[in-house]
């Protein structure tokens, strides 16, 4: 009996371990491998939902471009307690900020998620994926990379162009080194001039769709975003792509300014891309960051307060519409250095987003809208000499907010209409991430920044903002440098 | 190895295997011819004496209950050699007689001390390799949770590094050096021939011995699993046929044994007045000492029930116990119950079953720290909070600071409901046929299943968070299933001067983890506080992954004259860890040792009873990374919304690797052992090189390429080292004994090549950068940062010298270098027990010499950038120009002049009074009235006295853990507390 029970044991043993080979190929349970993962039409469709969700999980793209766009420059103070935002609105960044590495390698990890959709969507053979949408996929994963790479060139000038997905790590497959900023541009324009071809207006009627995935109204509008951006752009080529805009299907339309940012109105028809947040575990946290304590129950002090400066605009153009719909002022226990230096002042509070929703709000960044292409076009219309024109397009966005139109000393001169315009877009544009980058187009951020007074109450005195040349780009982050030695910094 | 050869080594097995079979079926048996009973002088049967006719080979040894019996005819006239591990070898005639019971006497010698090794047991005397052990009589003397506090400071090599004194910490130990960057570098543990991690759950009552392999030649059989050392942890077993039942138990008391000094209310306004912030101070009145708040006398109990004892043919050691810890900060907890059962049992001459089974219930209440103010963390909470609030608001809601809402630490400690509980099943079950005399076959079957449950409840009133998401319900569980089979067939036979051991086997195991969590949030109330309460799913998943390894191992052991000792080992191991092309590791190792002592020429050499040179080398192999690590993984969970629902997205999560092999480490041990003055002084010596190559190295990625790092075989690392350990027995007489330990250990880390990379890690709170760096050419565990020049009295500001030896306001990255060491030049422990009649005495010593710490509380204390309280220490700093000082100017927001410099790198050079115990063993007069065995009593005090030149709370932390590459900084980390211990056991 012991003898059969033990001669059962050993049998088991050796049918056992006869599998040897078997027994130690073990594939993942809980993941998808790169040999298995992109094979069907819902495999190819989720990895460019993974491509899109970026704008999600890179913290650039939830609430940094306001500190990068806003805060940098003349729109608003740090507010808060992190002295990294500080040393941003101090403009004393150093290439060991680590928001720097964050956002650097963030971006890229979008546009490798990009380049794999491009890359494996022709290689799909499942036959319920049919040439249409295989098209409009390579034609969103398209845009996705140049929306990437546009953000890229802007915060740091001539990035490594990657346009593939990186399948070694041997260091001349890894180290790449920086293409100039205008090979940068021709790639994003290349992109979008390619997508364009590729997408539809719309993907039916849903706004929720049609305004969440990329269109070819939200090429066209990004391709004139990226060519008036571009050290010497083609103006004709801006307005060609904002025509098309115009002329799109999708039929966008001006609304009613206020409704832009009421919550009660997302994928509106101004809007050509916005990120979509759905609230609970779809949410986003940057408004519990800026919203007063009426509005977020926090008793803390919250980022990104609006400064003098920009306020004072909003008040010397009598603009009470886009100013109430952007700023929140309300008494405080804490101290601001700037607006008052005792407990219990009144303090304005970003206002854009108008729910924290506990950290989990639905409330979403524009990533393209109407509004802000109108304002391109009468840049373009300026430029190239059509100030009546440009006038016109300009005063479309005052009317709408109850302002005059222009008076002629406002468009007296091509230059004069410069900076009209860029006033107009400071104050359409506030808290939309977008005004460093106006002020480096128009050329006007050394002097913008240099004229700044702003004075901190503790001392008594104006900071002293000490713009350069070099601070117009950011600094290639240390710790990428460190990992690739074909990087060369940008000046100091 | 390829499919074939595979295939070729499996069907040698089979043969083997059938072998076996066939031999165990054709065994016989015939009638005792002679017989008796051993015993020892307390009257007690023991168990293994080995019973040997002399001149030849023919010998039987004692069964469980110290009965031998020879089946053969036996002459008259031969002579019985009996023998046993710590008893005097005894020679008795047999004069005809048929039954010869002997009572063995106890002998000081320990050469004959059996050790248990891999897949074996071997007399010391003839062990090659480098083992330390530690014994029961170590580990019972006084009371300890935890296995690691037991074994710091015991043996050469071993580093027991305490990471915090947080009672649910666990412990982390180094042996012989840390040999990998991202690879595991804990030590297998081994518990009854089960390997398991997590030794929390281990009850130190439990152990019987402790044996620490250290060397390649000793650890190879391990092959893949031993790169880091081996720790072999034996329970207890029955040792009396009269059951003997044991009840210890013991009451601790801990605390703190330093605070801080940081500013009081009047200090705290001006300071925040220089930093221009202002308040309404009139209503910030409170005067509240918050370490004194948080901290806490901890209270521990302990309870232990054992019984144990043998009879005719089976051994049993059942017991319970209970722990439950209050630590000394504020809210930290843990319970522990441990139930044993240990058993063995002959079903015949020739086949053995038995079995160890443990079950462990374990729970603790975790404390944050390691974190400032800002992200919760208790300790820096209870530094950096202002002395001028209270604990609660009017409204029941946690005050926080006047300026910003960092919340008072019991916002941490008190506002959180949290708890984490697990269960553990760990078991074996062995069957042992011996056939043919000298063959014995083993299978052995083990499993460790393991439960895990961390609950963590919110309310949606009192904490600033709780209120912004309306209370928060976690609940998380992770599940290990892990089994392992093993099959090993072993030979030993002694002819005439040669003994020759040999082994070979088969080892199956897998790794089944299982982890889900479930987040809700929007609560009524704080009534129910598990996830079903609350409106919102935040968050909901489960995931699932596995890890299988099979290997073979083979061994022998010859030895020649009881002089010449060699051992061969080799193992094949196969891991799912690595693609099919590198999937096999072959693992061997050779060692030899020379017992010179008995050789010829050391005859006369009377003072020197044992001499033995040993030396060895082997390669281990490393394979603990991430599962699946070949494959390029693509994760789920990239979900995005279109049409108003998230959709299922995709991402990729590591690059294909499938040339990602085994990390090996080729291992040179050369030790000595001396035994010397009637074996009163016994000397170990032992040095070794230790070099780690193609590291399994996370190794970041220019992150343009859109991954921030990928697993590579890169790199080389060296180990080198020396350590002494010193027994002696100063006196040894009736009434009076004397012992003495002393283990000294020199270890020596470099990174030989990284391919050029650095690996810059341990970035703290604040933006300030990383402090650790890896760098070829260097250690491990350096710390790197700026180097402070000074305060300029001018401007108040902190200067730095910069790399070409200027001072500087603004250094720039590149300025930045190597300011301190974590690693101790060398660690050591010294212990003494003297035992007078009943009362004993024992004083553990225990040190680290020459390390470095980044105490980057400091920082936190002394940086003057924001509204946190600060230590006195800033009481010095500069104020107006002309100031001397090296304390620079409070400056809001600006971290400038608290950069991570040489200004906060300390030397955590210490030396503490580990333990000292007082017993009592009450006189056996007294007690045999009450029909009790022995009672002993004793007081053991913990961490009395630490001397170090370190100025935070406790030398003895590390804010990251037990990490590979980030050591020496304290930030905020729970401290090693001081402790008393009153107990007492009892033996029936």
């Not at chain 1, 293409?179 to 364009?196: G, N």
Request: hydrophobic share 35%; aromatic share 10%.
């Amino acid at each position: 009996m012991k003898i059969n029970k033990l001669t059962i044991l050993v049998l088991f043993q050796l049918i056992f371990l006869s599998s040897c080979e078997d027994y130690l190929d073990l594939s993942p349970i809980s993941e998808e491998t790169s040999g298995n993962a992109y094979e069907t039409k819902n495999q190819i469709e989720a990895a460019l939902v993974g491509a899109y969700e970026s704008f999600q999980s890179s913290e650039y793209y939830v609430w940094d471009n306001i500190l990068f766009q806003d805060v940098r420059s003349d729109n608003n103070y740090a507010g808060g307690d992190n002295p990294e935002i500080f040393q941003i609105d101090l403009l004393n960044i150093t290439p060991t900020h680590s928001r720097l590495f964050t956002h650097w390698s963030n971006i890229y990890n979008a546009i490798s998620k990009a380049n794999l959709v491009i890359e494996r969507v022709d290689l799909i053979t499942d036959p319920t994926l049919t040439d249409e949408r295989k098209k409009q996929i390579r034609g969103e994963a398209l845009f996705l990379r140049a929306y990437h790479y546009f953000t890229l060139v802007k915060l740091w000038g001539g990035v490594p162009l990657v346009t593939n997905t990186i399948v070694s790590t041997n260091a001349e497959d890894v180290n790449i080194a920086r293409a100039s900023i205008d090979e940068v541009y021709t790639q994003i324009l290349e992109d979008l001039e390619t997508a364009v071809t590729l997408l539809p207006d719309t993907y039916g009627n849903d706004a929720s769709i049609n305004k969440a995935r990329a269109t070819s109204g939200a090429a066209n509008a990004l391709a004139a975003k990226a060519e008036i951006q571009r050290p010497t752009p083609n103006y004709t080529k801006v307005l060609s792509f904002i025509n098309a805009v115009e002329k799109s299907q999708a039929n966008y339309q001006l609304i009613d300014f206020p409704k832009l940012f009421d919550s009660n109105n997302y994928n509106n028809a101004e809007s050509i891309i916005e990120i979509q947040y759905l609230g609970g575990n779809e949410g986003n946290f940057g408004p519990q960051l800026l919203l007063p304590p009426s509005i977020s129950g926090d008793s803390w002090r919250k980022f990104v307060t609006p400064s003098v400066n920009a306020v004072k605009a909003f008040d010397d153009e009598g603009d009470l519409i886009r100013k109430n719909a952007s700023i929140l002022f309300e008494s405080v226990n804490w101290v601001d250095e700037y607006w008052g230096n005792t407990s219990g002042s009144s303090i304005p509070f970003a206002y854009k987003w108008k729910n924290a929703s506990g950290w989990a709000s639905a409330d979403r960044q524009y990533l393209l809208r109407l509004g802000d292409i109108i304002l391109i076009k009468a840049e373009a219309l300026n430029e190239s000499d059509q100030l009546n024109l440009a006038v016109v397009e300009v005063n479309k966005i005052r009317n709408r907010v109850s302002l005059p139109n222009l008076i002629q000393a406002q468009h007296s001169s091509k230059e004069v209409l410069r900076n009209t315009i860029l006033k107009e877009r400071r104050l359409e544009l506030f808290l939309e991430g977008q005004r460093w980058d106006d002020l480096v187009r128009n050329n006007q951020v050394m002097s913008t920044m240099n004229s700044l007074t702003e004075i901190d109450l503790r001392t008594g005195n104006p900071v002293n903002y000490n713009m350069t040349e070099a601070k117009k780009l950011l600094p290639i982050p240390q710790q990428e440098l460190d990992r690739n030695p074909a990087l060369v910094q940008n000046p100091l | 190895m390829n499919k074939f050869n595979v295939k070729k080594i499996m069907k040698k097995r089979k043969l083997i295997l059938l072998l076996i079979f066939l031999a165990t079926a054709t065994i016989s048996y015939s009638q005792a011819t002679l017989k008796g009973e051993v015993k020892d002088n307390t009257n007690e049967l023991i168990f293994g004496v080995s019973v040997i006719i002399k001149g030849t080979t023919i010998g039987v040894t004692t069964d469980f209950d110290g009965i031998y019996k020879f089946n053969k005819e036996i002459p008259a006239n031969a002579v019985l050699v009996f023998s046993y591990l710590g008893m005097k070898t005894k020679e008795v005639t047999v004069n005809g007689r048929k039954v010869i019971n002997l009572i063995l006497e106890e002998d000081s010698e320990q050469l004959d001390e059996i050790v248990v090794v891999g897949y074996g047991s071997q007399v010391k005397k003839d062990i090659t390799g480098s083992v330390s052990t530690v014994k029961a009589e170590t580990l019972e003397s006084r009371g300890n949770s935890q296995l690691g506090s037991l074994l710091q400071g015991q043996a050469t090599g071993v580093q027991v590094l305490s990471s915090s004194g947080k009672p649910s910490q666990g412990f982390s130990v180094r042996i012989r050096g840390t040999n990998s960057i991202n690879a595991g570098s804990e030590p297998l543990y081994v518990v009854d021939g089960v390997p398991t991690t997590d030794t929390r759950s281990i009850n130190p009552s439990d152990i019987d011995a402790v044996t620490i392999l250290k060397d390649a030649s000793s650890t190879s059989i391990y092959g893949a699993q031993g790169a880091n050392g081996v720790v072999l942890i034996t329970t207890k077993k029955g040792k009396t046929s009269k059951p003997l039942i044991t009840f210890d138990t013991y009451t601790g008391f801990s605390q703190v044994w330093k605070t801080l000094p940081v500013l009081n209310g009047e200090q705290y306004r001006d300071l925040m007045t220089e930093l221009g912030l202002n308040t309404n101070w009139g209503n910030f009145t409170a005067t509240t000492d918050w370490q004194n708040k948080i901290f806490q006398s901890g209270l521990s109990k302990n309870f232990q029930l054992s019984v144990s004892g043998k009879s005719e043919k089976t051994n049993y050691y059942v017991s319970a116990g209970y722990t439950s810890q209050i630590g000394a900060v504020r809210s930290s907890e843990l319970g522990r119950a441990n139930f044993k059962i240990n058993l063995d049992q002959e079903i015949n001459d020739w086949l053995k079953v038995g079995s160890r089974i443990a079950y462990t219930s374990y729970r603790d209440v975790d404390i944050n720290d390691n974190n400032n103010v800002n992200a919760g963390g208790v300790l820096l909470g209870a530094l950096t909070t202002p002395s001028i609030i209270d604990v609660f608001n009017d409204d029941g809601s946690y005050t926080s600071n006047p300026f910003q809402n960092w919340e008072n630490p019991f916002a941490s400690t008190d506002g959180t409901q949290r708890e984490y509980n697990s269960q553990r099943f760990l078991g074996n079950l062995y069957l042992e046929a011996k056939f043919l005399q000298n063959f014995t076959y083993k299978v052995n079957l083990g499993v460790d299943n393991f439960n895990g449950i961390y609950d963590s409840f919110l309310d949606p009133t009192r904490t600033g968070y709780g209120r912004a998401i309306k209370g928060q319900s976690i609940n998380s569980t992770n599940s290990t299933k892990f089994y392992i089979i093993e099959n090993t067939l072993s030979y030993k036979k002694d002819f005439s001067k040669h003994k020759v051991e040999g082994l070979i086997g088969a080892v199956t195991q897998k790794f089944l983890w299982e982890n889900s969590s479930i987040e809700t949030r929007n609560f009524a109330t704080e009534s129910v506080t598990t996830p079903n309460g609350g409106s919102e799913i935040f968050n909901a998943s489960a995931t699932k992954s596995e890890k299988a390894n099979a290997s073979f191992i083979s061994r022998i052991n010859y030895g020649f004259n009881d002089k010449y000792l060699l051992t061969a080992n080799l193992r094949v191991d196969g891991s799912s860890i690595f693609g099919p092309k590198n999937r096999w590791g072959y693992f061997p190792s050779f060692s030899a040792g020379w017992r010179i002592s008995n050789e010829d020429f050391m005859k006369n050499v009377s003072f020197i009873n044992d001499l033995k040179l040993r030396a060895g080398w082997g390669l281990v192999g490393n394979d603990q990374i991430t599962n699946y690590a070949y494959l390029g993984r693509v994760g789920s969970g990239a979900n995005y919304p279109f049409g108003g629902a998230a959709q299922p997205g995709t991402f990729p999560a590591s690059i294909e690797n499938l040339k990602l092999k085994w990390e090996e480490s080729a291992q040179t041990n050369i030790g000595l052992d001396v035994s010397m003055l009637d074996n009163k002084i016994n000397l170990t010596i032992d040095a070794y090189v230790k070099n780690t190559k193609d590291l399994l190295l996370n190794a970041p990625l220019p992150t343009s390429s859109g991954f921030n790092n990928a697993i590579q075989n890169i790199g080389e690392l060296q180990n080198k080292g020396l350590e002494f350990s010193i027994n002696t027995k100063n006196i040894d007489n009736e009434n009076l004994k004397w012992n003495t330990n002393f283990n000294i250990s020199f270890n020596e880390n470099e990174v030989i090549n990284l391919v050029g990379q650095e690996l810059f890690q341990g970035g703290i709170a604040g933006g300030r950068g990383e402090a650790s760096l890896v760098r070829e050419g260097e250690s491990l565990g350096i710390l790197y940062g700026y180097i402070f020049g000074g305060v300029d009295p001018q401007t108040g500001n902190a200067y730095y010298v910069d790399k070409n030896g200027n001072s500087t306001f603004t250094p720039t990255s590149e300025d930045r270098t190597i300011i301190g060491d974590a690693n101790a030049d060398f660690i050591y422990g010294f212990s003494n027990s003297i035992s007078y009649k009943g009362i004993n005495l024992s004083v553990l010593l225990e040190g680290s010499q020459g390390n470095d710490m980044l105490n980057a509380t400091r920082i936190e204390l002394e940086g003057m950038s924001d509204p946190k309280n600060q230590s006195t220490s800033v009481l010095n700093r500069w104020r107006q120009p002309g100031d001397i000082t090296n304390i620079p100017r409070a400056s809001f927001g600006n971290t400038d002049n608290s950069r991570i410099s040489t200004r906060f790198i300390e030397d955590a050079s210490y030396m503490r009074v580990k333990a000292i115990t007082l017993g009592y063993d009450l006189p056996k007069s007294i007690i045999k009235k009450l029909n009790i065995n022995s009672i002993r009593i004793y007081a053991t005090g913990e961490n009395l006295f630490t001397f170090t030149n370190y100025s935070g709370l406790d030398p003895e932390v590390n804010a990251f853990g037990g990490s590979n590459t980030v050591r020496g900084i304290d930030f905020g980390t729970y401290p090693q507390t001081r402790n008393i211990l009153l107990g007492a056991s009892f033996k029936f």
